[in-house]
């Protein structure tokens, strides 16, 4: 059987799954447990046969996610489990990332012919940044002041909070929380940004020194770039494993009935990410000239990555070499993409916005434009850096809300499906990133996708030295 008779399998399979489900669901036909179990299997067994015949790292990690939320449903105490092996998954992936970073950012600065052109792409990176989150903001603010998710909750009596104790932050804590002050404790602190900061300096530094100097620490960072591409390869042989895991235990963990509670909160988010998609990153895409199809087979695999672990930093490997596939020259991937994950979470910028007004309608305080901006703006300077670590934004937002002495129990209710909004806001930073490294390499005029194939002046040269 083919590749494309396996897909009608499948597609018969899962229309036949769906039917039953729908019958069931609505009592035109009561089915038993044991038929609705027997189809959603031979569904996923077509599936299987299916990635069998594909034979691609994206179409398994796909199947997995719909595996592992099978699994999360049917055997719970099973899936609670499997969590292990998501968190094994993503223990490798982030020894991946500080040494990927430092050696394709030092690399990128100090082996580059122009340094003029590296403090270039950093304003143009910083303006497109600041732009596109600025929109984003916006989006959020306006989606929850028009779904008014937060109105009409009433604090649960008897309510322990079971949430960390986090102080309100002052300026001076957010601007140190930028630097690093120990490189060790950054990397193992997973302090994306500072790791970011410190390779920059790094890499200016190296510029700075005298050829006979440079040249083997460029060799060091150059070596060490390309044996964590090579890690990232075979680490991503275990991506189906830690995806599938990670679905299980949400689903075994929460169960599928989540889905039907504070479906207004989750709506207006997912409603808000694909409203910031189709007005704001589709619009860029199609004015700088990004071909968007070939864009997004490129960068399938690691927002899937994305949406099933809920970590940025799980994605990035994978983000990284699929952009230099795709035809981003490694300087530019090098400096965009980390830059990208302190300075430009589109998603997560939509979701702080949106959540910190829900805090503040559900404790019914009410709050002028003014305020809101002040309180977003204040979430956009303590977020930065935080996309690799997934919830993390739970942190921040408890940290803005004793800021402005908001109460911490509606955040408590957001916890119960932080989970699946992580997903979205999580797919939307990663697909933000991978878009403005292609933009700023349009800007400079360096993206040359691979199979464009030869220009007219290089095929008379080919013939001319083919005839000789």
């Known amino acids: 059987m083919n590749v494309k008779n396996t897909g009608y399998l499948c597609l018969a399979t899962t229309l036949l799954a769906a039917i039953v489900f729908i019958l069931n669901s609505y009592a035109i036909i009561p089915v038993p447990e044991q038929y609705l179990f027997f189809s959603r299997w031979l569904a996923i067994a077509s599936l299987i046969l299916f990635g069998l015949k594909k034979r691609t790292l994206t179409s398994w990690i796909l199947i997995s996610m719909v595996v592992g939320t099978e699994i999360g449903h049917d055997f719970p105490g099973v899936a609670m489990h499997l969590q292990v092996l998501s968190k094994v998954f993503l223990k490798m992936i982030k020894t991946i990332v500080a040494p990927l970073l430092f ?40 989606a929850i002041n028009i779904s008014q998710a937060g109105k009409g909750i009433v604090q649960p009596q008897g309510f322990h ?58 060799k060091f960072t150059e070596s060490l770039s390309e044996v964590m591409f090579k890690f990232t390869n075979l680490v991503m042989y275990f991506a189906p494993i830690g995806v599938g895991a990670a679905i299980a235990y949400t689903v075994g963990h929460m169960g599928l009935g989540i889905l039907m509670n504070l479906v207004q909160l989750l709506a207006t988010l997912y409603l808000g990410l694909i409203v910031f998609i189709l007005v704001v990153l589709l619009p860029i895409a199609l004015i700088v000239g990004v071909p968007v199809r070939k864009f997004m087979k490129a960068i399938a695999e690691p927002i899937s990555i994305a949406f099933a672990t809920t970590s940025s930093e799980a994605a990035l490997p994978g983000a990284m070499e699929a952009l230099e596939k795709l035809g981003v020259p490694r300087k530019i991937v090098a400096f965009v993409m980390p830059t990208g994950y302190s300075f430009n979470l589109d998603g997560t910028t939509l979701y702080l916005s949106m959540a910190a007004v829900f805090v503040a309608q559900a404790a019914g305080v009410p709050l002028s434009f003014g305020q809101q901006l002040l309180i977003v703006f204040t979430l956009m300077l303590t977020s930065k850096g935080v996309a690799g670590v997934p919830r993390a934004s739970l942190v921040i937002l408890l940290g803005t809300a004793a800021s402005f002495g908001l109460p911490s129990w509606p955040i408590f209710i957001i916890l119960g499906i932080d989970e699946l909004m992580d997903m979205a806001r999580t797919t939307v930073n990663v697909i933000g990133n991978c878009l403005a490294t292609v933009v700023i390499a349009k800007w400079e005029g360096e993206f040359k996708p691979e199979d464009e194939g030869l220009q007219p002046e290089e095929y008379r040269m080919l013939d001319e030295a083919i005839a000789e």
């Open 103 to 142: 050696g394709t950012l030092v690399y990128g600065i100090a082996g580059h012919s122009d340094l003029k052109q590296v403090g270039r792409m950093g304003w143009k990176s910083l303006l497109y940044f600041e732009v596109v989150t600025t929109i984003a903001l916006f989006i959020g603010l306006a």
């Open 161 to 218: 909070e079971e949430l960390p104790d986090v102080p309100a932050q002052t300026l001076n804590d957010i601007i140190l929380h930028i630097f690093p002050e120990n490189i060790a404790k950054s990397v193992a602190e997973g302090q994306v940004l500072q790791v970011v900061i410190f390779s920059i300096i790094f890499g200016i530094g190296l510029a700075m020194v005298k050829q006979d100097k440079r040249a083997p620490m460029l």
